[in-house]
Structures are given as C-alpha cells and as structure tokens.
C-alpha cells in the first residue's frame, strides 16, 4: 500500500521560510518522479516543484528563485525548502509520487497547510 506523509507545514509571516518534507513507503522510491502541488480556496491545484529520478527540477515560475526541491533516496523523502515566502503562497501542499510509465495522476499525500500572513 503506497503511503506518501507529509510535514512541516504552518502558519507563517511574509518573508519567513518553511521547509515541506514528506515520507514515502510502499513504493520504489528512486523510480519515481516526486513533486509538490499546492491547491488554494477556489483554485485549481497546480505544480509547484517537481524532481526526477536524474535529480533534474522544475518549478512554476511564481515560485522559482524562492523553493527548492530535493530528494534523499536513501531515506524514500522529498524536500520542499521555501523562502521569502508570500500571502500567496497560502495553499495546502500535496506530495504526489509517479512513475513516467503511469497513466494515471500517481500517488498523492494527505497534504499540508501553508498559511502565510501578511
């Protein structure tokens, strides 16, 4: 059974850093593609960071320059570091798992709150 925790979300102020990790169990780890989605109120959810198997990365563009995605294999995690973070960065934040052969979404995580005052 494919299980994907996440942690470290909260409340936070403008300009403040909060650092996402979420644990993986129940898959091959190091064969996935990992990435964090965020959905807000009344939003659709959106790709916020994804790492691949060859630790290449992607990032919206609304967060690039201020996240950072890693991954320890070892340790079947993934990193979510987020600096000077925004009152729009407010959102919950999922861990999603997928391999590149899946036609479907993937696996997801309960998800995490992020709420950034301003």
């Known amino acids: 059974q494919v299980q994907l925790v996440e942690s470290g979300g909260g409340l936070v102020q403008a300009g403040g850093s909060l650092k996402l990790s979420c644990v993986a169990s129940?898959?091959?780890?190091?064969?996935?593609?990992m990435a964090w989605y965020r959905q807000a109120p009344g939003k659709q959810r959106e790709l916020v960071a994804r790492i691949g198997t060859a630790m290449s990365t992607t990032y919206a563009d609304s967060v690039k320059g201020r996240f950072t995605i890693s991954r320890d294999n070892a340790k079947n995690t993934v990193h979510l570091q987020m600096n000077s973070l925004k009152p729009e960065d407010t959102a919950v934040y999922y861990c999603n798992a997928r391999r590149r052969t899946d036609i479907s979404s993937g696996s997801w995580g309960q998800g995490t709150q992020v709420t950034v005052s301003s």
């Open positions: 129940g898959i091959i780890f190091r064969i996935n593609d």
